[in-house]
């Protein structure tokens, strides 16, 4: 079984990618399954053309994700531009795409609607989605259920490759979606999002963190009054750290009154620094030495591009894409 997923370097990773996806991305690795996990540089390029940030952000996630513990001797983590059989798979799977499957694409209206600029790449997002996970041939992807369009294309184009080649050329993908966390609300108690302003950093610490935990928008509520755990913002959040004891506790007291929204807020805080505290250690470590890391990712591109590179030859094979012998 291989399991793959990726994410985007486009910004500071938060408890909505931590809990919808890195964390399922990191327990996965202790299953049998060989693991690829990549940066997906190419789609960030949808709404980054800054290189610098883009160079930064993919070292960062990098960096994120081996301070959370993703192990490089058990998986693969890999950047996607190392694998450019991606983008050629990309152009052949388009062929395969009628426009009227993209014109449906959730994310990209959503995109619109926010009001990122429309380009072709941001169309045809899900085409390379599609590419990364069939290069691969990945059986499992967990993702959040706001990729659950992305993932139905990738299997829709599958098919239709296999349809045309007349056998299993290409994997049809399953998806994986997380239960626990997966909408985690976000400082206004709208789904957290980059693109929403919004965002709890997973490596925000201090003085910084309690900013951020301040502004969660709560009722007006007194210190003194009996609080409803259920619709607040600040307790959702608590409960995606809390075991159900501590949860439940921490409900009675807002239920009982007594117990104002600055205690529930320091309570998250503490339960932030409790599960990430050994995370903030080694991303400290790690960050000095970013070669180290560059060296972690040049060797998950080696063994992606290996992975990759036969089924691309098969598929081009497939399609009469004569090979000469050209040398470079
Ligand atoms: P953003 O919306 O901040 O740009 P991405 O679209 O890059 O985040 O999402 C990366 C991963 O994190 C996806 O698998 C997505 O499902 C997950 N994710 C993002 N935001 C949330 C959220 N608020 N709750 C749960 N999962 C999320
Ligand atoms: N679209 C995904 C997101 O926004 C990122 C992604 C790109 C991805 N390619 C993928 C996820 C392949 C899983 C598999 O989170």
Redesign the pocket.
């Known amino acids: 079984m291989i399991t793959l997923s990726g994410?985007?370097p486009?910004g500071q990773l938060?408890l909505?990618?931590y809990?919808?996806?890195i964390r399922q991305h990191i327990h996965r690795q202790n299953t049998p399954d060989q693991s690829y996990y990549f940066i997906a540089n190419y789609h960030s390029l949808t709404s980054l053309h800054d290189g610098q940030s883009l160079a930064q952000y993919s070292l960062d996630v990098a960096i994120d994700y081996l301070a959370l513990g993703l192990d490089p001797a058990t998986c693969t983590l890999y950047l996607q531009s190392d694998v450019p059989e991606t983008t050629e798979l990309a152009w052949i799977l388009g062929t395969f795409s009628p426009v009227s499957l993209m014109e449906k694409g959730v994310a990209y209206k959503d995109k619109l609607s926010q009001g990122l600029a429309s380009n072709i790449g941001l169309f045809t997002y899900p085409i390379l989605q599609a590419a990364d996970i069939l290069i691969m041939q990945a059986n499992v992807v967990p993702?959040?259920e706001?990729?659950k369009q992305n993932i139905e294309i990738a299997r829709d184009l599958a098919q239709k490759v296999n349809h045309s080649a007349q056998k299993e050329l290409l994997t049809v993908p399953e998806p994986l979606f997380v239960e626990k966390?997966?909408?985690?609300p976000g400082t206004d108690g709208k789904?957290?999002?980059?693109?929403s302003g919004n965002?709890i950093p997973i490596f925000a610490e201090g003085k910084a963190l309690k900013k951020t935990i301040g502004t969660i928008v709560t009722d007006s509520k007194g210190l003194e009054d009996p609080k409803d755990p259920e619709s607040c913002t600040v307790f959702e959040l608590i409960k995606l750290f809390a075991t159900d004891e501590k949860a439940d506790e921490i409900a009675t007291a807002y239920k009982s009154g007594g117990y104002g929204y600055g205690h529930a807020k320091q309570a998250l805080q503490d339960l932030m620094d409790d599960h990430f505290g050994e995370a903030r250690e080694k991303r400290r470590t790690l960050a000095q030495r970013p070669d180290d890391v560059m060296d972690i990712l040049a060797s998950g591109g080696n063994q992606a591009r290996k992975k990759a590179a036969p089924l691309m030859d098969a598929v081009r094979e497939e399609f009469g894409l004569l090979k000469t012998k050209i040398d470079l």
């Open positions: 994410i985007q486009s938060h909505g990618n809990f919808g996806a993702v959040g706001d990729q966390g997966a909408n985690v789904k957290m999002s980059k693109s965002t």
